[in-house]
């Protein structure tokens, strides 16, 4: 079946650093892929929606300068958390549709800033 | 507005139990997503359907558009099917609208 990989699954980054965080479809491609977020004990929560070759559309709230999307191929997204602070630390999740209605989802990718 | 409601919250039962969880949503859905969370955080999607029912081993989904309501059903329960179980509604177009997830423990 379709996999969606992410990288890396953890990191632990100073306040004030920037984080890149990657999605890749492996092994199908992906003209639209979606970034979201989940806190602790709280369910998922869609932060942008990323179409290859065009600029992210970010959900309300969401500062698109400080989570930069780049979707420059039709198998990879990027997320960058930039001047990253503490309260940015959570669980990231990338899916990818796969044609249709079929979404693929990553395994996450745990931030920790201290 | 799009809500997406999942009962219940959690869910503990025995080893071999047939388990329901449940899920309804406030407005037509072009498809409803039923997803597993592990404890490590990753996500496997589990069902998509848009009408009638799907299996896939133990596991079997329904969903009744004229109810508005889904339900995922676990048969011969087992320790290793404990996990987060989320449901999630497309609203006609791309993105999904999350429950707040059942949380499954299966006791040996």
């Known amino acids: 079946g379709a996999v969606v990989s992410q990288h890396p699954s953890w990191v632990i980054c100073k306040s004030g650093t920037s984080v890149k965080i990657e999605c890749r479809s492996l092994?199908?491609?992906?003209?639209?892929m979606f970034w979201y977020r989940q806190f602790p004990k709280q369910s998922l929560m869609l932060m942008a929606t990323s179409n290859e070759g065009s600029k992210a559309t970010y959900e309300q709230g969401v500062e698109k300068d400080k989570f930069l999307i780049n979707h420059a191929s039709l198998t990879l997204s990027t997320l960058t958390v930039t001047s990253a602070h503490p309260e940015d630390s959570s669980f990231y999740i990338c899916?990818?549709?796969?044609?249709?209605?079929?979404?693929?989802f990553g395994p996450g990718t745990r931030l920790t800033v201290t | 507005k799009n809500e997406v409601e999942q009962s219940p919250q959690n869910l503990t039962a025995q080893e071999g139990e047939f388990i329901t969880i449940n899920c309804s949503y406030s407005v037509g859905i072009s498809a409803l997503h039923w997803l597993q969370q592990h404890p490590g955080g990753g996500i496997v999607s589990l069902f998509m359907l848009s009408s009638g029912k799907k299996k896939h081993g133990r596991l079997i989904a329904t969903i009744n558009i004229q109810e508005k309501h889904s339900s995922l059903h676990i048969t011969a329960s087992h320790p290793r099917d404990s996990a987060v179980y989320i449901c999630?509604?497309?609203?006609?177009?791309?993105?999904?609208?999350f429950g707040t997830g059942t949380r499954l423990t299966i006791i040996p």
């Open positions: 092994d199908f491609q992906a003209t639209t």
């Open positions: 999630a509604a497309q609203f006609g177009n791309e993105k999904l609208t």
């Open positions: 899916s990818a549709l796969a044609g249709g209605l079929e979404q693929y």
